[in-house]
Nanobody, 127 residues
Framework: QVQLVESGGGLVQAGGSLKLSCAASGRTFSSSAMGWFRQAPGKERDFVAAIYWGTSTRYADSVKGRFTISRDNAKDTAYLRMNNMKPEDTAVYYC?????????????????????WGQGTQVTVSS
């Protein structure tokens, strides 16, 4: 079992930055792949970023070059650093974890691949 708690959301102006944290409890964090997803009102939950196979990372095209996913296994915490934010980044951000291994990188970009989810944190970017 892994429990996830996100923090760090809030209101930021376009061009600004935020850093989200995802604190995990449980003994499997270091062996889990971590993902960040987001859901805007009336839209589906979309992939944002993932860190898997230890240090491999993958990003949605819409955030590539602006967002950075990282993890600190000593603190059982994953992070999402968001720079140069845009109004279209406004959404509820969720972190997720999976202990399932896949040799296909695309696996970690799918919401259905993740077993554990946090409650979400609101991010609002004003223009």
């Amino acid at each position: 079992q892994v429990q996830l708690v996100e923090s760090g959301g809030g209101l930021v102006q376009a061009g600004g930055s935020l850093k989200l944290s995802c604190a995990a409890s449980g003994r499997t964090f270091s062996s889990s792949a971590m993902g960040w997803f987001r859901q805007a009102p009336g839209k589906e939950r979309d992939f944002v970023a993932a860190i898997y196979w230890g240090t491999s990372t993958r990003y949605a095209d819409s955030v590539k070059g602006r967002f950075t996913i990282s993890r600190d296994n000593a603190k059982d915490t994953a992070y999402l650093r968001m720079n140069n934010m845009k109004p279209e980044d406004t959404a509820v951000y969720y972190c997720a974890a999976t202990t399932t291994f896949s040799s296909a990188p695309d696996f970690y970009a799918r919401a259905a691949s993740y077993d554990y989810w946090g409650q979400g944190t609101q991010v609002t970017v004003s223009s």
